[in-house]
């Protein structure tokens, strides 16, 4: 058990001003979290705490992330889209993701419904790392920024949040990170996104 994620069952993400306090959304699921977290925990995982969020890891390797959203709670599989899914209970976290591909729970009872199929979805998962197979991903309309890229490669719960926008609210931050002439100014704008992709809004969007 990590500590870190202990902070996070109480306090939330800290990602927006809302942590710690009742209108969190982690708070709500805090059962739910912690029913799923005693599943994960009996895996070969390593609990570890990244991106702000419980992260799970196998041998270094990044495997799934743990996550309250408004609606439900999450486990999310970073390589899911290599999963086989024999029971077709994944889903993706927007129209267009191509990697991620997760779990979503309403309730405490779900998840230990579910538990066996959870291991045997993690067991899988391992297998995958270790055999240090890639997702293939396709190419978009419009290029990802470097800077955009590397956000998402240090921080796989934003590129999940940005995935989960519709095409067009993803191509308003491309142009808008695009049509900066420096790279310093790129990134700062990437920064500035970050707040507004993870409550779901496009560019224009207030």
């Not at 390593?46 to 270094?60: A, F, L, N, V």
């Not at 990697?99 to 779900?110: D, G, I, N, Y």
């Not at 931050?173 to 990437?190: E, P």
């Amino acid at each position: 058990m990590n500590p870190k994620v202990d902070g996070y069952l109480i306090d939330g993400c800290g990602r927006c001003p809302l942590g710690g306090t009742p209108d969190c959304k982690v708070l709500p699921w805090q059962e739910t979290l912690d029913a799923l977290r005693a599943v994960l925990l009996e895996t070969d995982l390593t609990e570890d705490h990244k991106w702000s969020q419980p992260c799970y890891t196998y041998d270094g390797g990044n495997i799934g992330i743990m996550s309250a959203l408004k609606d439900a709670v999450v486990f999310g599989f970073f390589k899911g889209v290599l999963l086989k899914d024999t029971e077709g209970v994944l889903v993706k976290p927007g129209p267009n993701s191509q990697a991620a591909r997760q779990f979503k729970f309403t309730s405490v009872e779900q998840v230990q419904e579910m538990e066996e199929t959870i291991k045997a979805y993690v067991a899988e998962a391992i297998e995958i790392e270790k055999a240090g197979l890639k997702v293939e991903f396709k190419e978009r309309p419009e290029p990802i920024p470097e800077e955009l890229q590397a956000k998402f490669d240090e921080d796989p719960a934003f590129e999940a949040a940005f995935e989960a926008l519709t095409p067009g609210r993803q191509r308003s931050y491309i142009i808008h990170i695009s049509g900066a002439k420096q790279a310093k100014t790129r990134m700062s704008r990437v920064e500035k996104c970050m707040p507004k992709v993870f409550e779901g809004k496009g560019f224009n969007e207030y």
